[in-house]
């Protein structure tokens, strides 16, 4: 009787949470305008070629990226990301993120449910991550990974805990990529680090949950998480994602959507050169096009335009200035050279010119 009583409780648990509408069936499908109109709201649709229409989250802080906002969670299909982004239940999961150049951040839309597009590493006192691009081809840039201490991978905010960009090329050099892989509906994926790894490190025991699926509407959820925990429970809405020729965004924007700064490499005598800081490029506020004619700087010493004059610069040099030639016939009570006479040879004789022509 008491076991009878505890199922019927679990049923009305689960049949109150909201937005709960029965386990999602394995035949129901749905299209990718379901990610379109979802998305729309939160960030832009744009067509970057290869990939075709791609989403950008609007609204992030600088320095943004996937995998940051959130926390791990160990499931049914290994480490899972628990996301408190409104938009998580789709960009974690289904596709993967890529880096493109004069974009930033992309999020490339796929068919298939996993419990995180991401490429895992382990090193001495460190555990690490880094969103799984389209087409993998390692190694993957250091400025695009995320490393935490391993004593706080289990943090419920890996935001707060996350390593400074600039210490993972240091990292990486000690580092291994956790190849174990799993595969779900043929798709394999990376499993992650081990339990027995993360418990020895993180001195806590990790509790596994249990994946429930729901049928949810995420047109009308708003802002609120569409995947979230509760108990020993995993709430997911997990639909079977079909691709549809003819399907597209209903808005799209045209031209480059520079929602995240590009980042830029930082030269620092301190730190490593050649290191992304904070994933951040901070670009001119003005670019000018085409050849730039530079004036040439007059020098502070030009002895053809006035020779003999020194003008005072930049160095606070004195000014020396050359007193201009005065004639004697102009100022009187000047001496004036007598010329001697016929013969003479007129040195060392001056005589005094007077300005009323008398001579004492």
Same mark, same amino acid.
């Given at each position: ?67 940051? &906002? ?197 030269? &620092? ?9 904070? &994933? ?33 610069? &930049? ?46």
């Amino acid at each position: 009787m008491k076991r009878i009583l505890a199922v019927i409780a679990a049923s009305v648990i689960i049949m109150t949470v909201p937005g709960f509408q029965g386990h999602a069936r394995a035949d129901a499908e749905v299209s990718f305008n379901l990610f379109y109109e979802s998305l729309g709201p939160y960030g832009y649709w744009v067509d970057v070629p290869p990939y075709g229409y791609v989403w950008q989250p609007a609204q992030v802080a600088p320095g943004w990226m996937p995998y940051v &906002n959130g926390y791990w969670t160990w499931t049914d299909a290994g480490w899972t990301w628990a996301s408190y982004e409104p938009w998580g239940w789709a960009t974690y999961h289904y596709g993967s993120w890529a880096f493109a150049d004069y974009y930033g951040w992309i999020w490339v839309p796929g068919t298939v449910w996993v419990p995180a597009w991401v490429v895992w590493y382990s090193g001495p006192g460190y555990i690490g991550w880094a969103p799984r691009p389209p087409v993998y081809s390692a190694p993957i840039p250091p400025e695009r990974c995320i490393f935490v201490r391993s004593g706080e991978f289990l943090s419920p905010h890996i935001d707060t805990v996350v390593v400074q960009p600039r210490m993972n090329p240091f990292i990486l050099r000690r580092a291994r990529p956790i190849t174990v892989v799993r595969s779900i509906q043929g798709h394999p994926f990376y499993r992650g680090p081990s339990v027995r790894f993360v418990e020895r490190y993180t001195g806590r025991r990790v509790q596994r949950l249990h994946l429930i699926e729901y049928n949810a509407n995420p047109r009308t959820a708003g802002p609120h998480v569409i995947n979230r925990i509760e108990g020993r429970s995993y709430y997911i809405y997990r639909p079977n994602v079909v691709r549809r020729e003819g399907e597209a965004p209903a808005v799209i924007r045209r031209g480059v959507v520079r929602t995240q700064p590009r980042p830029v490499r930082v030269i &620092n005598r301190q730190e490593r050169p050649g290191v992304y800081q904070n &994933n951040v490029r901070r670009m001119p506020a003005v670019i000018r096009r085409g050849p730039v004619s530079v004036q040439p700087q007059p020098s502070p010493f030009n002895r053809q335009g006035r020779p003999g004059v020194y003008e005072r610069n &930049n160095r606070s040099r004195p000014v020396r200035v050359q007193p201009a030639p005065v004639s004697p016939q102009d100022r009187p009570g000047v001496f004036e050279r007598d010329s001697g006479g016929q013969g003479g040879s007129g040195y060392g004789r001056f005589k005094i010119k007077q300005e009323n022509g008398n001579n004492d």
